[in-house]
């Protein structure tokens, strides 16, 4: 499998697994960007998923914004 597929799966995962910590704003466009890097990988575009690899790569936790998930 090619580097940029098997790191875009990796950022895609991780990313997967913020969503529900992360506030409502970025939840949205967290989910959006990874609609995007789905689609450009289905289309194997490579340059559309190197965009989303650093659009996901975006995309962290900052400790005094994230809501505490019980």
Same mark, same amino acid.
């Given at each position: #499998? ?9 950022? #895609?995962?991780?990313?997967?697994? $913020? ?6 704003? +970025? ?7 990874? +609609?995007?890097?789905? /689609?450009?990988?289905? #289309?194997?575009?490579?340059?559309? #998923?190197?965009?989303? $690899?650093?659009? $996901? +790569?975006?995309? /962290? $936790? ?5 809501? /505490?998930?019980?």
């Amino acid at each position: #499998m090619p580097p940029i597929i098997v790191s875009l799966t990796q950022e #895609m995962a991780r990313v997967h697994a $913020l969503i529900p910590r992360l506030d409502p704003v +970025r939840r949205s466009e967290a989910q959006a960007a990874l +609609r995007f890097a789905e /689609t450009y990988l289905a #289309m194997n575009s490579y340059e559309g #998923m190197m965009e989303s $690899l650093d659009d $996901l +790569r975006e995309f /962290t $936790l900052d400790p005094k914004k994230a809501e /505490t998930v019980k």
